[in-house]
């Protein structure tokens, strides 16, 4: 971290608080995470808040989910924070053994987990620890091959390193699954088209750990989650957070986990298969999918992306530092400059120009795959018929990610939004296989219709456009 300390120029106990309601936004004025008194504090009409409310309360009476907490912050203040239903999603028990959602509930974050990742290997870079523009095979050496040479750091977090979706054979069983990920074949020359990649997330992960000489999840605890105070968040929580198990959130069965072939409730276990058997057989933590969190948690993530990389220390009495204020400190978890590039399209050949698609898309999973991304971000599109979660009113600049288990994390940093929303849910992963699994159609399209019900059932889009909506002022 890097510390900037404001001396006081013309220090004033009685300006600031004058100054406290003005609204800066965060980018100018780097903000606390604290509830508001009301919405009015920060300028949101309480009631578009309630429609958003209701809307996530509606995807649970309809069975699309069984619970879900959703989280609002403009300017650092909270305006709503709600749970909903019960916190075990698909639960086949008795009813007496699910509880109501808890506000603090731990949900598997699924994808979530490459915005970790991606700010990891951009500190690193800030650090002089790693160069985003550096070959890959600088750090994994398996990479100083002919096909794989030309693959830039830079163009695993941007996914563009010509890796597929994942695996070209599953990953279940082996003895050896980095070195199989390691030697797998590229689909297509990077730095030439955009694909999302768990794969290239999962060898990120392994590049951050040789530049940060740790292991990934000891990388996010001492660069991200230790400084921000976020005390829920974690990898394989039931063997680092036991103590909170009860706050653990269930999303469904597995049958592949028991030797018999039983079903076995997921609650504080990743979903995904290949990165639970990763996990699990000891072959360490992978930074596409298995952090877990809380609303409220990534809600301090959030943040420091608005905050344009700073945390304030010191005296937290007004919710923000600034210049005059001689009681308090800023650290910034990476430069600013670098923090509010994260939040752009990364996804550009040598011109500059934007490898992915744009506008109007067919599916979620069209959009998902090879829309332009940021630094593991999925970023705003407003065209009519495009597919993103920041839904149609959001500034251009904001951004978001999706969790495939039915968890949503959007930040919108434009100065007139300043706007973080986080839904999680306890949808869970949709299948794989099956009739709602992944297929080809056909016209030879990738689908998959299990993930298209749960977008168009929970409808994030929606929840967003309703908090654009009560924004009623600076």
Same mark, same amino acid.
């Given at each position: ?42 300028? =949101? ?8 409310? $209701? ?210 409730? =997921? ?75 994260? =939040? ?35 970023? $705003? ?16 600049? $904001? ?76």
């Amino acid at each position: 971290m890097r510390r900037l300390a404001f001396a006081a120029l013309f220090t004033s106990i009685v300006v600031a608080p004058a100054l406290a309601s003005a609204n800066a936004s965060s980018a100018t004025r780097p903000y606390i995470l604290q509830y508001a008194s009301s919405p009015s504090q920060v300028c =949101m009409d309480a009631a578009y808040l309630s429609q958003a409310s $209701a809307h996530v309360q509606t995807a649970v009476n309809a069975g699309t989910i069984d619970g879900a907490v959703l989280l609002v912050a403009r300017h650092g203040k909270v305006v709503l924070h709600k749970a909903y239903g019960k916190r075990d999603g698909n639960f086949a028990g008795p009813a007496a053994q699910n509880p109501s959602m808890p506000k603090d509930g731990i949900f598997d974050l699924q994808s979530i987990t490459k915005i970790f990742t991606a700010f990891v290997a951009i500190d690193l870079h800030d650090d002089g620890s790693l160069d985003l523009s550096d070959p890959v095979a600088n750090y994994l050496p398996e990479f100083a091959t002919p096909e794989k040479s030309g693959v830039l750091v830079a163009d695993l977090v941007r996914f563009t390193s010509g890796h597929s979706i994942d695996a070209a054979a599953s990953l279940l069983g082996d003895a050896a699954p980095w070195s199989t990920m390691l030697a797998e074949s590229l689909t297509y020359t990077p730095s030439t088209a955009v694909l999302y990649s768990d794969i290239a997330y999962r060898l990120l992960g392994r590049v951050a750990e040789a530049a940060g000489g740790a292991p990934l999840d000891v990388l996010v605890k001492n660069r991200i989650t230790s400084p921000l105070g976020m005390k829920d968040t974690a990898w394989r929580p039931l063997v680092n957070m036991p103590t909170k198990s009860s706050r653990f959130v269930g999303t469904g069965y597995s049958t592949l986990r028991e030797p018999s072939g039983a079903p076995r409730y =997921m609650r504080g276990e990743v979903a995904d298969e290949q990165d639970y058997w990763i996990e699990a057989d000891g072959h360490g933590v992978t930074g596409c999918d298995g952090a877990f969190s809380t609303a409220w948690d990534l809600a301090l993530l959030g943040q420091m992306f608005l905050n344009r990389g700073a945390r304030v220390v010191g005296n937290t009495s007004y919710g923000y530092c600034s210049p005059w204020m001689w009681t308090c400190t800023i650290d910034f978890l990476a430069s600013p400059t670098l923090v509010e590039g994260t =939040m752009s399209v990364q996804s550009t050949d040598a011109s500059g120009a934007p490898l992915g698609i744009y506008g109007a898309t067919s599916s979620w999973l069209e959009d998902l795959l090879f829309a332009n991304k940021g630094h593991g971000w999925e970023l $705003a599109d407003t065209v009519p018929g495009a597919h993103v979660v920041t839904g149609l009113y959001s500034s251009p600049y $904001a951004v978001s990610k999706i969790g495939a288990a039915g968890t949503f994390l959007t930040v919108d940093p434009d100065p007139s939004r300043d706007l973080v929303i986080v839904l999680l849910t306890n949808h869970g992963l949709p299948p794989l296989a099956g009739p709602d699994g992944i297929q080809v159609d056909a016209s030879g399209n990738l689908i998959w219709p299990g993930y298209e019900g749960m977008l168009n059932g929970i409808a994030p889009d929606v929840v967003n456009d309703l908090v654009q909506f009560s924004i009623t002022g600076p």
